[in-house]
Structures are given as C-alpha cells and as structure tokens.
Antibody, heavy 123, light 107 residues
Framework: EVQLVESGGGLVKPGGSLTLSCAAS????????MSWVRQAPGKGLEWVGQ??????????DYAAPVRDRLTISRDDSKNMVYLQLNSLKFEDTAIYYC??????????????WGQGALVTVSS | DIQMTQSPSSLSASVGDRVTITCRAS??????LNWYQQKPEKAPKILIY???SLPSGVPSRFSGSGSGTDFTLTISSLQPEDFATYYC?????????FGQGTKVEIK
C-alpha cells in the first residue's frame, strides 16, 4: 500500500523557517519524482515545487511565489522528501501536501497524496 | 507560465443531473491535462489523466474531453458522493498550474 506521511507542520512566526518531511512507502521511491502542493484555508490548490528522481537528474523546479525561499530535497536511502521554506509570510499559511508523481500514458500525474501538514504563520 | 481558467467556480445540481465543468489553458497543452477531485477535509485524488483517461476505480459516469486549450469534465449522472471540488491541472511543464476549482454543491 502506498503511503505518504507528512510531518513537521505547526505554528511558525513570520520571518521564520519551516521544514516539512514526507515519509514514503509502498512504491519505488528512488525512481519517483515527488512534489509539494499547498492549499491556503478555504482556497484552491497551489503547486509549490517538485524534485525529480536521481535517474531523472534529481533537479528541482519551484513556483515563482516561493522560488527564492524554497528548497526541496530528498534522501533516497530513507525514502524521504523534504520541503524547507524560509522567510515565512502570513500568506504561506496552508496545508502542505506531499505527492508522488507517476507517468501514465506519457502524462505526469499526481498519483498519490499525503494527508497534508498544516502550517500556520502567525505572530 | 501557463494559466488555467476553470468555469464555473461553483454550481448547484441535483442527484441525477448531468454536470459539465470547463477548463481553458492560456496556451496549447495538447492532452497534458489532469482532473482531481477533492472532498471536504480530504486530500485530492486523481480523477482523469491525459484529458480523457480514467484511472482504475473511477466510475464511468466521469468523462473528460478536449485537447489543445479547451477541456471538459463531465459527470453523466451526479451521485451523492460526487459533491466535491474539482480542479484541472496542466501537466505540460513546470509549474504545473491548477485551475481555481469548481465546487459542486447539492441543489
């Protein structure tokens, strides 16, 4: 069974930093691209960024609103993916979802989602 | 970056109704278009990929069509469990932009 379990959410002050972790199991993690999606309270889904598998180059892509503050990394020995966001702003308050990407019919799909981790930026 | 525009933002419908949601991309994305369903307090799940393909387990009342810039999600006969928010997402390139969502509510 595929599982993605996020951890590390909570209350953070503006200007601070957060690191979210996502523990993956039930699939070949080292060959899987991973991504993060966030959802502000009552709002829609926002793609945050992705990290490719090592054989895909291991490179990252980030959304423009967070590009200068975001680092996504992975540890394939532990089946973990991480999101580090610095200089937090009130508008970073959201549920952050870890997703596993699959290629179905040549199309990249967010095939599995974690349950989400709530991050609240407040003074 | 590619912009995705969904319409309507919300709709009210009755059980058994046919429901159509549209999604427009700001440039051609071929068939690199996915639809996700999100129920309250739950993570989204993939509903349709590649504009028209259904993953295993998704009921056949859901269908998708379109190519290029214009796409449609259709629910042929709305069921109680289909009341949710639906998002399109382009999978053509990063950033993989989502539409703003369509909330399907009970009339």
């Amino acid at each position: 069974e595929v599982q993605l379990v996020e951890s590390g959410g909570g209350l953070v002050k503006p200007g601070g930093s957060l690191t979210l972790s996502c523990a993956a199991s039930g699939f070949d993690f080292s060959r899987t691209w991973m991504s993060w999606v966030r959802q502000a309270p009552g709002k829609g889904l926002e793609w945050v960024g992705q990290i490719k598998s090592p054989n895909g180059g291991g490179t990252t892509d980030y959304a423009a609103p967070v590009r200068d503050r975001l680092t996504i990394s992975r540890d394939d020995s532990k089946n973990m993916v991480y999101l580090q966001l610095n200089s937090l702003k009130f508008e970073d308050t959201a549920i952050y979802y870890c997703t596993a990407l699959s290629t179905w019919g040549g199309v990249i799909v967010m095939s599995y989602w974690g349950q989400g981790a709530l991050v609240t930026v407040s003074s | 970056d590619i912009q995705m525009t969904q319409s309507p933002s919300s709709l009210s419908a009755s059980v058994g109704d046919r429901v159509t949601i549209t999604c427009r991309a700001s440039q051609s994305i071929s068939n690199y278009l996915n639809w996700y369903q999100q129920k309250p307090e739950k993570a989204p799940k993939i509903l349709i990929y590649g504009a028209s393909s259904l993953p295993s387990g998704v009921p056949s009342r859901f269908s998708g069509s379109g190519s290029g810039t214009d796409f449609t999600l259709t629910i042929s006969s709305l069921q109680p469990e289909d009341f949710a928010t639906y998002y399109c997402q382009e999978s053509y390139s990063a950033p993989r932009t989502f539409g703003q969502g369509t909330k399907v509510e009970i009339k």
